[in-house]
């Protein structure tokens, strides 16, 4: 059985717990064991690079020192937040011998020495379980489910690292959900900031980012979105209860994350409650295409 | 006789200046902006900004602190990076707002969006205490800071309805020694 350290992060264990029972589900599908890094911490997501620039690669450098300490060589870090600010960290540290002193001292006895390959989602399945094993464990065809991807801000634009695909035109998850069966149909937009960052803080400028979004989304001709991270998730699926609210506006685009898609190709069963926790609830399109 | 080449002449940072500052701080050199405007044509949160992107990165190499401390742009950056990674002499501006945001706290600038000031700060007082996040302590008290909690008293509801609100916080095994990185963090002031 593979083994591939585990940032589970703040999110998955509350306001997207719903992601990490797909997630789980499906890499457990994949015959893939997910090992959790020891007395993990908050990776101080956009407050702390935003307010406090020690701080916020401190945070990141905690969590990269324990997983070297377990000898964790490969982690996934599935909340883009959390990889953007894990990666950053990590390049900084390398390339910046006094900023990882520094670094190193603020968070002793601990000591990051660079020796943990921080890898989102995407990247995983593409490089470490590869599309025949995907092919091979794959149990249900997701034909006729048109989606658009969406990778949001961090998983392609990372300033100081190299991408894992095209900046500003990746194409992983579409390769993905056709490999699944599933007609990812392109759009301008799979890039386009959502506003995640002021969900709560500033309401009204989410939800003008995210109608943007929708709009285009149904322009080409769109039936779900498909997310990766789980701020992004949380954020295009709130804003849509919001604007039903609030406006009387109904897009009714259910958002998916990317391993429920996955997680149903490869027959795994999470039940009611799965698609319960969205707010979009998706079973109406799921039921037209005979896949719940 | 001749002029030395391009190359050899010495580059104009002047030193003391928020440019150099700036520079020292972060790497990046504000200097190399030709004002092509890339990044204020990509950015999209503009439309809430009082400058754009270009004119920041304009207003350092002018040494003008204080308009861009008290600014709204340094609040409304969400940091989604589209202008670092366009900028076609390789400034990461979004590092630059990070930066100007950084001097504005530790300067006690008023934050002119005060409610995404708050939030940052009671984000990073709340993994103070337990070394993670536990989201339902910080809407409550957020909203009660912010006075939206009738506003928005529906959304931790809905939130716990959907199955999506942690009801216990968790926490790292040791937290004095998890609060030791915050404490070491201030006795620096900061990186230099």
Known sequence: MRRIGYYKSCSLNASSKDYARSLEAAFSALHTELVPIRDWNCCGASSAHSTNELLGYALPARNLALAEQQGLTTVLVPCSACYSR????????????????EINDVIQPLRYLGTVQIKNILEILRDEIGPSEILRAKRRDLSGLRVVCYYGCYLTRTPHAASFDDRENPRTMERLLELLGAEPVEWPYKTDCCGAGFSLSEEPF??????????????????????????????????????????????????????????????????????????????????????? | MSDPSFAERPAIHPAGTLGEE????????????????????GCPMTFAMDYPPSQVIRLVQMGQ????????????????????????????????????????VRKGFLPSKENIALFHRMFLENVRKRGRTFEGEMLARYQLKTGKAFQNAGLGLRMFLKGRMALLPESVENRKAFAEIYRRVEERGGRK
Not at chain 1, 86 to 101: F, I, N, S, V
Not at chain 1, 238 to 255: A, Y
Not at chain 1, 264 to 290: I, N, S, T
């Open chain 1, 86 to 101: 894990m990666l950053q960290t990590a390049e900084k540290m390398r390339l910046d011998d006094e900023a990882a002193r």
């Open chain 1, 206 to 292: 989410s939800t003008q980012l995210c109608e943007k979004l929708y709009d285009m989304a149904l322009r080409v001709g769109a039936e779900a979105m498909v997310a990766t991270c789980p701020l992004c998730q949380t954020n295009l699926d709130l804003n849509q209860d919001r604007l039903r609210r609030e406006k009387g506006i109904s897009f009714n685009l259910p958002v998916f994350y990317i391993t429920d898609l996955l997680g149903l190709a490869l027959g795994c069963d999470l039940g009611a409650r799965q698609w319960r926790a969205h707010f979009v609830d998706p079973r109406g399109l799921l039921g037209r295409h005979a896949l719940c």
């Open chain 2, 22 to 41: 700036i520079r020292q701080q972060t790497g990046e050199d504000v200097f190399r902006c030709y004002q092509c405007m890339k990044c204020s044509a």
């Open chain 2, 65 to 104: 602190e204080d308009l861009l401390l008290a600014s709204k742009t340094i609040w409304v950056c969400l940091t989604c990076y589209t202008c670092s990674i366009r900028c076609p002499n390789d400034i990461d501006i979004a590092q630059v707002i990070d930066a100007l945001r950084e001097r504005a």
